[in-house]
């Protein structure tokens, strides 16, 4: 197995359970845009949750321009991470239970995007990321949206994925007990597509909005 790129990234409660190649790491966040990122402002830590998306070896998040998440992480260390909730695991003895799930920590420095020729590209990237075709069909950026819109990035160099799956491990002599043990799955449902009320008469809802799919 892959080794962890650093010792604050190396898992060390349930060890078994981490992966660090980037194969996995891309696949975690490329299932699921939400992240929460962590950070320091006036000396106290917060965790925002928020979108992101992964171009390369790179996870970018974006936001108002005014956002003071994105003006303490910018040129900070932070932490985003990634969780994706695969099922409750439950067992024949309370501390046994535990969750299935798919989740990444990673760590960096955050760093904002200057250019608005590649902040514009990068803010297409995320549309095109979730759905493919929709950003030419959009009414154009202006100047003064792209200036109210921050975009950060880090380089996913630094990050643990940690995945559990499987049935519960209970302990053996527990396993003759009598009680119901096993796996609640769970999975984002995604609902039919709801129209704007105000949308023009004799819309359909594009491909990139039916064939929508996340997880
Ligand atoms: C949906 C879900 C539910 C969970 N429920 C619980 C719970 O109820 N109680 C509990 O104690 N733990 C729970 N965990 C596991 C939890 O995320 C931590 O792994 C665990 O608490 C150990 O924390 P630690 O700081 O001691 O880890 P350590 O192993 O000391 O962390 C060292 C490094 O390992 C990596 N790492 C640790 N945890 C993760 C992770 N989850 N994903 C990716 N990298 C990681 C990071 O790089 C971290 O810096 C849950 C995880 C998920 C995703």
């Given amino acids: 197995?892959?080794?962890?790129?650093?010792?604050?990234?190396?898992?060390?409660?349930?060890n078994k359970r981490a992966k660090y190649d980037a194969e996995t790491v891309h696949g975690i966040l490329d299932a699921m845009p939400i992240c929460h990122v962590g950070y320091m402002f006036n000396g106290a830590p917060y965790v925002?949750?928020?979108?992101q998306w992964r171009e390369g070896s790179r996870?970018?998040?974006?936001?108002?321009?005014?956002?003071?998440?994105?003006?303490?992480?910018?040129?900070?260390?932070?932490?985003?991470?990634v969780t994706i909730l695969d099922g409750f695991v439950m067992a024949r003895a309370a501390f046994n239970h535990s969750c299935n799930y798919r989740s990444v920590m990673a760590f960096g420095t955050a760093r904002k995007l200057?250019?608005?020729a590649q902040k514009e590209q990068s803010l297409k990237?995320?549309?095109?990321?979730?759905?493919?075709?929709?950003w030419d069909m959009l009414r154009k950026m202006t100047a003064?949206?792209?200036?109210?819109?921050t975009v950060l990035s880090m380089e996913l160099d630094e990050a643990s994925a940690k995945i559990r799956s499987g049935p519960p491990g209970d302990d053996e002599?527990?396993?003759?007990?009598?009680?119901?043990?096993?796996?609640?799955?769970?999975?984002?449902?995604l609902l039919a597509p709801a129209d704007d009320?105000?949308?023009?008469?004799?819309?359909?809802?594009p491909r990139h909005v039916t064939d929508f799919r996340i997880g």
């Fill in 144 to 149: 003064q949206e792209l200036k109210a819109t």
């Fill in 1 to 14: 197995m892959m080794d962890a790129p650093s010792e604050r990234t190396r898992v060390k409660r349930l």
């Fill in 48 to 51: 925002t949750p928020t979108l």
């Fill in 173 to 189: 002599a527990d396993y003759g007990l009598p009680i119901w043990a096993g796996v609640i799955p769970v999975r984002q449902e």
């Fill in 59 to 81: 996870v970018y998040w974006h936001g108002s321009s005014a956002s003071r998440m994105l003006e303490a992480c910018e040129d900070a260390q932070v932490c985003l991470t």
């Fill in 114 to 116: 200057t250019d608005p």
């Fill in 125 to 134: 990237a995320f549309t095109e990321g979730l759905w493919p075709g929709r």
């Fill in 197 to 205: 009320p105000r949308l023009l008469a004799g819309l359909a809802p």
